[in-house]
């Protein structure tokens, strides 16, 4: 191409290598100086977060363009996942985030490069943050290319519109736009929100939990009625609860039948060591469905029920110097239910791929059945239903990388070459070995080149 003044730089290329030298010279910045320069520093940092944000849209929409160019060879007695779940997946690797929002990240991507210029430009230009960026995109996914390109200039048409512009702010900015150009798909699109209420429950880090529920506005005001008329009511008859207290109480009344104030009955499929369950130590138990809690917490829980009878216990046996559960093997393909479960205790109930911290849907073999893999405790893994898919994209594969003793470990190797290893929660009693960063980087070579 003839460069004419007209014509603009090309676009400089980095190597990986270069953008990684980038990043350690960024990591070691010497935080000093006066207030004034570090709050300049600040604001050239974030300007430099934004930037690469931006670049980083542009790098994977290319990846996934450049991936589904290849076409998957037909492979006879496997199940071939779809082409967007391995893109996805190996997206994901690459961030160091889940798989689903790896495949997230590929499809917003897509959004901002093709229908969303002027806000993807004002990404890197540090006008708004990625978030941001990625939540305009959502907010769009109903319309059509040429709308969101409408949207998209009454966004940016004014290009100092957006610096600083407060979430809040930006997301009734797009919703004024959406309502301005496609009325009809609004309307739509608020019927299909009300057809998909749902309800979702998350575990805390605080030994509590989050229920949230969906619902249609009307709906919303009437259960917030009926709490507050609740808390109100505890209230003035000298409940000592807090108004959060009685409402959250309320609610777990009404659905479940039971009050949260009385024991709750207890099965407790609860792995820790005897000396935690008696109080002689401090190591943490860990509970099936729930994940890790404190051991007085534990040890509370089955004593309270324990003095109205309403607790079973069910302890798991870990091998105390190898820290592994007991295992289990099965000559059925299917993972009869006592070894699924103790696949599922022993990964902690979480899926094994990295980043992903969906609930365990699927117990996998590690190596395939049809390529000999047993039905054992070591050679299966809890995985959710997306990754167990992706796994089975052609260029994928697996194996366990650990001996028959020791915390069970999976390695693996996608489809671009990207290696990527798992292992499982230590048990309660049984502490990791400390490796530093180089540790496992070499190590994680060593494995690929083997």
Not at 401 to 411: C, I, K
Request: aromatic share 2%; glycine share 8%; charged share 25%.
């Amino acid at each position: 191409m003839i460069q004419t003044p007209d014509t603009p730089p090309p676009a400089p290329t980095w190597s990986a290598e270069e953008l990684h030298a980038l990043a350690d010279e960024i990591a070691t910045l010497d935080a000093a100086g006066l207030s004034s320069v570090l709050l300049d520093q600040l604001e050239a940092l974030e300007r430099v977060k934004c930037a690469a944000a931006a670049a980083q849209v542009r790098v994977t929409a290319a990846f996934a363009d450049a991936a589904e160019v290849v076409e998957d060879d037909p492979t006879e007695g496997r199940r071939r996942a779809r082409r967007t779940l391995s893109i996805g997946a190996e997206v994901a690797l690459a961030a160091r985030t889940s798989p689903y929002q790896g495949e997230q990240r590929v499809l917003l991507s897509r959004r901002l490069r093709d229908d969303l210029p002027g806000v993807h430009a004002a990404l890197g230009r540090g006008d708004i943050r990625e978030d941001q960026a990625y939540a305009v995109a959502r907010e769009v996914a109903h319309l059509e290319p040429a709308q969101r390109a409408t949207v998209d200039a009454d966004l940016t048409g004014d290009p100092a519109a957006l610096a600083g512009v407060g979430d809040e702010k930006l997301r009734r900015a797009v919703r004024r736009a959406c309502l301005t150009v496609a009325a009809d798909a609004e309307t739509r699109r608020h019927l299909r929100a009300r057809a998909d209420r749902h309800v979702t429950t998350r575990q805390l880090d605080d030994g509590t939990g989050r229920i949230t529920a969906v619902v249609a506005v009307e709906h919303l005001a009437a259960v917030r009625t009926v709490l507050d008329q609740a808390a109100a009511t505890a209230r003035a008859a000298g409940d000592e609860r807090t108004g959060g207290q009685v409402r959250s109480d309320a609610l777990v009344h009404r659905i479940t039948g039971h009050d949260p104030v009385v024991p709750v009955p207890v099965r407790v499929n609860l792995v820790v060591s005897a000396e935690s369950l008696l109080g002689t130590d401090d190591q943490p138990a860990q509970v099936a469905g729930i994940g890790w809690l404190p051991a007085g917490l534990c040890t509370r829980l089955v004593r309270e029920a324990s003095s109205t009878a309403k607790a079973t216990l069910r302890r798991l046996f870990v091998r105390p110097r190898e820290g592994d559960l007991v295992a289990l093997e099965s000559r059925s393909r299917v993972f009869p239910p006592a070894l699924a479960e103790l696949i599922d205790l022993r990964d902690g109930g979480l899926c094994r791929t990295p980043g992903c911290n969906t609930a365990i849907r699927h117990h996998d073999h590690v190596v395939r059945e049809s390529d000999g893999g047993p039905t054992s405790a070591r050679n299966g893994q809890g995985l959710c239903e997306r990754c167990n898919y992706a796994k089975e994209a052609p260029g994928w594969t697996s194996w366990v990388a650990t001996p028959d003793t020791g915390p069970h470990e999976v390695h693996g190797v996608t489809e671009h070459l990207r290696l990527h290893r798992s292992t499982a929660p230590p048990p309660p009693g049984c502490r990791p070995p400390d490796l530093s960063p180089a540790e496992l980087r070499l190590a994680q070579e060593l494995t690929l080149a083997a």
